[in-house]
């Protein structure tokens, strides 16, 4: 005789498929990014407003309310506006340096050569070392007396021992080299950027072009370049937050000196809150990048948009 | 003097040849058309009649010069790409000044002649958009247009029906067929599918393997087919190959017909078995064998539907069937085709 299997039951719930409905599933997913964002961003940015219109130093950890005038001392500080300006400096040059390296190293990687996944492997080690192991390496070929740059110059007989540069005593020289560090961390994430873009270009525009008579350069800057405009423009922005915010190679490399000359906003609100103790001016003194960052960060997405294709 | 003609042409990539010497001569003003199976080497040979490869060796002339070491932008060439190539981020305008652009040719003169390639297309409401704005049969235009628009000594069509869907593709076959016959422009048209190769060609030439199998007018590409290739590749459904004794010999499946529709001309008789049809409206298709020959080659015949009855077309019954003796092609034994009638 046959027998045929008691079916199971199982109790039918109202929560039985609520993991196959795509609102709940989708909030559970999003859950931990969105906490994270609100503990660890959110409560600190509310703090850093606050901070930022009241009294509060650590020796007098008041919560006595002054509106605006912790902003209005700042920038009525020289050595305030001068950091600013040095912020100018150092984001915009390290990125514009940062983008040519780029754009030459994609083009050198985008063309077929014995080892290139090796050279390609090897490009992508300043973004991926220890930002303070590669600072301090930095530091000792830029160091006054050790300087590897100097001594291969002087090999070369480029210049002389008498008047080989003080890289990191030079205002400007500092600057130069704090901007040369960042491009060089830069440079990789550039090429990954510039070869995505590169790569994306259907091969029939390009040879469009080539039949339509375009040579190199015509068909890199006039096809390619404002192609993959929107892609750079991106990686560009990336760039550009990072490196306004950054600290980092300035507080190891050079903190801040000389005299001031390679100060940046994030270092000198370090400097201010946390080290001098100053908490409500470095409070505004961070606020401060945050305007800046918005309408550059909201031009170029404006600019992005209008040259989709 | 022919606009190009090349001689043996050959391309390798790396060992494996993907054109292996084509020798081909295309008067000015003809439409010709090469035809192939995908991976024929076509589309290698037009990339390097227009210049983006370069022949592992032969000679490619244009306008009757040696151009083989001339860079594309100085051959005085046109293509159009399958997927048309446009420039997404220039108006149709600048797309279509492009090549002249490049060639540094005064302002006023280019604004004149894309004035003109435009009308020519129908295209002067369409100037200031972009090329995704654009429908695909618009895109087409536009990418003519700019192929025109400098008076290339040749233009260059890689598959450039391919995008578009089957009812746009017949209009547009005319369409480029009357436009070509009112320019008079040298046009090289490459593609695999044989309706666009009867249809447009002046001559065509059918590639296999990286060689030229024939070249002629349609009506001796499907007629007189050079080979076994040739014979199969073009016409649906192909020509029917039986293999005999000493080679095989060939015949259209419309030239395939029961006895009694032949009207007492010299013709060839064979006892043929249905096994199934297919009726298409404007045809029937029949498929079986016919006896004394290889019972696994299936024999395809195209009947006029209105002649034959349903409970005609039986599965299994015999037929007696015909083939006129002026329709019977023969091939020898390499497959080249033996004696012309």
Sequence with gaps: ?309 | MAAVSTRDIIKKFGEVPAVNGISLTVPHGEFMVLLGPSGCGKTTFLRIICGLERQTSGDLLIGGDIVNDIPPRARGVAMMFQSYGLYPHFTVRHNIAFPLKTQGIPRTEINKKVEWASQLLGIGHLLDRRPRQLSGGERQRVALARALVREPTALLLEEPLSNLDAKLRASARQEIKQFQQRVGVTTIYVTHDQVEAMGMGDRIAVIDGGRVRQVGKPTEIYDDPADRFVATFVGTPPMNIVAKNDGYFGFRPENFLPKDMINGEACTEFNFRVDRSEYLGSERIVYGVIEGFDPKQVITAKLPPAHVADEWIRPGEWHPFAVRNSALRQFDNDGKRASRH
């Design chain 1, 1 to 309: 005789m046959a027998v045929i299997a008691e079916p199971i039951v199982k109790p039918a719930s109202r929560f039985r498929f609520i993991l196959d409905r795509r609102d709940m599933l989708g909030s559970i997913f999003v859950a931990p990014a969105i906490l994270y964002v609100l503990l660890l961003v959110g409560v600190p940015l509310l703090m850093a407003v606050y901070y930022s219109v009241s009294a509060y130093t650590i020796y007098n950890p008041t919560w006595q309310f002054v509106g605006l005038s912790n902003f209005v001392d700042i920038l009525e500080n020289p050595v305030f506006r001068e950091t600013l300006y040095n912020t100018f400096i150092f984001t915009f040059g390290s990125q514009i340096l940062g983008l040519i390296l780029g754009k030459f190293g994609a083009l050198v990687l985008l063309r077929p050569f014995p080892g290139r996944k090796f050279v390609r492997a090897l490009v992508i080690l300043p973004w991926a070392v220890p930002i303070a192991l590669a600072t301090v390496a930095w530091q000792w070929m830029f160091d006054s007396l050790y300087s590897v740059i100097n001594w291969t110059l002087i090999a070369l007989h480029v210049i002389d021992r008498s008047q080989a540069p003080n890289w990191l005593g030079n205002p400007d020289l500092a600057m130069l080299s704090v901007i040369v560090v960042n491009a060089w961390r830069f440079f990789p994430f550039a090429i990954v950027i510039f070869l995505a873009g590169i790569t994306a270009v259907p091969q029939d525009v390009l040879d469009a072009a080539t039949v339509d008579g375009a040579g190199f350069w015509r068909r890199n800057y006039q096809i390619i370049m404002p192609m993959i405009l929107p892609i750079v423009a991106i990686g560009l922005i990336f760039g550009i937050v990072f490196t306004f915010t950054d600290l980092s190679i300035v507080f190891l490399m050079t903190n801040g000196g000389p005299v001031g000359a390679t100060s940046v906003l994030g270092f000198q609100g370090f400097q201010t809150g946390i080290v001098s103790g100053d908490v409500s001016h470095g409070a505004a003194i961070s606020l401060f990048m945050l305007p800046v960052l918005l309408i550059v960060v909201v031009a170029m997405l404006r600019f992005i948009r209008r040259r989709e294709i």
